[in-house]
């Protein structure tokens, strides 16, 4: 048993209101005893399409886990739909039905009629204990146990329980002790198809470990994902190549963890004993923002202004109003103006400048939506960037930001 299948049950979770957070924990605890997910599905409260849903997932999968749909109510059709996927009739549990009785009367409270429903199970189901709540999990089998269909609560609280008390021992057994070790590269400043340029044939040549890039929000991933039959073979077989590729992007990674780029810029900064200030203008306080999302960043961070107008850029950086009447407010002199003016005002030993046209409107032929100027002042040198980003003005606004901090990792490096 090397791979499994993870079916959401709930007509709420194909709307934008319920996110299913269930499969990610299942996610985790499958990879930790060496089972990878290949395939999850959301399926509504529909019976037709449902079965349609379990009969092929029992065809496909070795491992097959639902979640949700075991409750009282005439929309909970779990367990009658994988009954007849897998031709079992269905049988009233009556120690199940007197354990339901049993919690309400604890309660005071009388069992309503429709809880029976959550006695009736398949034949030939393993019953696990759900003691949180009142639908138990199912543990069934088809074939000679060719295929194993484990049925759970969609509550997180009662899912997460009888998963981590009932089902993780017995699959940790079928799945002959094998251990997946997951490493994480993050990269900044390439596209996906440049770093894969760089690293394919690199990771090309291994089925061991799997190689995964994700492009995310300002950044790029390397999912490493080794398989082994230790923990520690696993690791090594990630190492192996995750070393190399580290090796060749050089400082384009910035994490080969969970961290973000200004967790890493906060270290960089403590490290080194630096303190930093920013002048921003079209990000409109968001370097500011990602740096104090980092707990303890008072210890680096001196402050920030959000300087949006010609008259606030005078008043917080010393701008002169010549220079912003000669070059425009969008322009590489202003850019360094704003950085050495607020490391400046604020005592800093780096500061940082932004400005730029964040859209929709507001562009022209020669400064177009998407042109960005950023500088970095330290000491008695001032760098600078010019960039031209595409997308609306969110995606804008966070490159900007993403490669302004990037400037301070990199300065820092």
Same mark, same amino acid.
């Given at each position: 048993?090397? /791979?499994?299948?993870?079916? =959401?049950?709930?007509?709420?979770?194909?709307? $934008?209101?319920?996110?299913?957070?269930?499969?990610?924990?299942?996610?985790?605890?499958?990879?930790?005893?060496? %089972?990878?997910?290949?395939?999850?599905?959301?399926?509504?409260?529909?019976?037709?399409?449902?079965?349609?849903? =379990?009969?092929? =997932?029992?065809?496909?999968?070795?491992?097959? %886990?639902?979640?949700?749909?075991?409750?009282?109510?005439?929309?909970?059709?779990?367990?009658?739909?994988?009954?007849?996927? &897998?031709?079992?009739?269905?049988?009233?549990?009556?120690? %199940?039905?007197?354990?339901?009785?049993?919690? +309400?009367?604890?309660?005071?409270?009388?069992?309503?009629?429709?809880?029976?429903?959550?006695?009736?199970?398949?034949?030939?189901?393993?019953?696990?204990?759900?003691?949180?709540?009142?639908?138990?999990?199912?543990?069934?089998?088809?074939?000679?146990?060719?295929?194993?269909?484990?049925? !759970?609560?969609?509550?997180?609280?009662?899912?997460?329980?009888?998963?981590?008390?009932?089902?993780?021992?017995? !699959?940790?057994?079928?799945?002959?002790? +094998?251990? &997946?070790?997951?490493?994480?590269?993050?990269?900044?400043?390439? /596209?996906?198809?440049?770093?894969?340029?760089?690293?394919?044939p690199i990771y090309m040549p291994y089925k061991n470990p799997v190689?995964?890039?994700?492009?995310?929000?300002?950044?790029?991933?390397?999912?490493?994902?080794?398989?082994?039959?230790?923990?520690?073979?696993?690791?090594?077989?990630?190492?192996?190549?995750?070393?190399?590729?580290?090796?060749?992007?050089?400082?384009?990674?910035?994490?080969?963890?969970?961290?973000?780029?200004?967790? @890493?810029?906060?270290? +960089? !900064?403590?490290?080194?004993?630096?303190?930093?200030?920013?002048?921003? *203008?079209?990000?409109?306080?968001?370097?500011?923002?990602?740096?104090?999302? @980092? $707990?303890?960043?008072?210890?680096?961070?001196?402050?920030?202004?959000?300087?949006?107008?010609?008259?606030?850029?005078?008043?917080?950086?010393?701008? $002169?109003?010549?220079?912003?009447?000669? *070059?425009?407010?969008?322009?590489?002199?202003?850019?360094?103006? &704003?950085?050495?003016? %607020?490391?400046?005002?604020?005592?800093?030993?780096?500061?940082?400048?932004?400005?730029?046209?964040?859209?929709?409107?507001?562009?022209?032929?020669?400064?177009?939506?998407?042109?960005?100027?950023?500088?970095?002042?330290?000491?008695?040198?001032?760098?600078?960037?010019?960039?031209?980003?595409?997308?609306?003005?969110?995606?804008?606004?966070?490159?900007?930001?993403?490669?302004?901090?990037?400037?301070?990792?990199?300065?820092? &490096?």
């Amino acid at each position: 048993m090397e /791979t499994a299948e993870i079916i =959401a049950i709930g007509s709420e979770l194909l709307t $934008p209101h319920r996110v299913d957070s269930n499969s990610l924990y299942l996610t985790g605890q499958l990879n930790s005893i060496g %089972i990878e997910v290949d395939l999850k599905v959301v399926a509504g409260d529909q019976e037709t399409r449902l079965e349609q849903v =379990a009969r092929s =997932a029992v065809e496909r999968s070795p491992l097959v %886990i639902a979640t949700g749909g075991l409750g009282p109510t005439e929309d909970d059709i779990t367990r009658k739909v994988f009954a007849r996927v &897998l031709r079992r009739q269905m049988v009233l549990q009556h120690d %199940i039905l007197q354990t339901i009785r049993d919690r +309400f009367r604890s309660r005071g409270l009388e069992m309503p009629g429709n809880n029976a429903r959550q006695a009736l199970v398949p034949v030939g189901a393993r019953i696990l204990d759900n003691r949180l709540g009142t639908a138990p999990g199912l543990w069934l089998e088809k074939g000679e146990g060719e295929v194993v269909i484990i049925l !759970l609560p969609g509550v997180p609280s009662e899912m997460k329980a009888i998963f981590e008390e009932s089902c993780l021992p017995l !699959l940790s057994q079928r799945s002959g002790g +094998f251990h &997946l070790f997951t490493r994480v590269l993050r990269s900044t400043g390439m /596209t996906e198809s440049q770093l894969d340029e760089q690293i394919a044939p690199i990771y090309m040549p291994y089925k061991n470990p799997v190689t995964t890039i994700l492009s995310g929000r300002g950044e790029i991933q390397v999912h490493l994902t080794g398989r082994a039959k230790s923990r520690q073979e696993a690791e090594s077989l990630v190492h192996e190549v995750a070393d190399r590729i580290q090796v060749k992007l050089g400082d384009f990674i910035f994490s080969t963890g969970d961290q973000s780029l200004e967790q @890493v810029v906060g270290e +960089f !900064l403590l490290r080194k004993k630096e303190t930093l200030a920013v002048a921003e *203008s079209c990000t409109g306080g968001l370097i500011a923002e990602r740096i104090t999302r @980092v $707990p303890g960043s008072s210890r680096y961070f001196m402050g920030g202004v959000t300087c949006y107008s010609n008259p606030s850029k005078v008043e917080f950086t010393g701008m $002169p109003p010549l220079l912003l009447e000669m *070059s425009g407010a969008v322009s590489a002199e202003v850019a360094k103006r &704003l950085a050495e003016g %607020i490391r400046d005002r604020m005592g800093a030993s780096i500061g940082l400048g932004v400005t730029g046209v964040a859209g929709p409107s507001g562009g022209s032929r020669e400064k177009p939506v998407g042109l960005v100027h950023l500088a970095l002042a330290k000491g008695d040198q001032v760098e600078h960037r010019e960039c031209r980003f595409s997308g609306d003005r969110e995606r804008i606004r966070f490159w900007a930001s993403q490669t302004a901090l990037d400037m301070v990792r990199r300065r820092l &490096l």
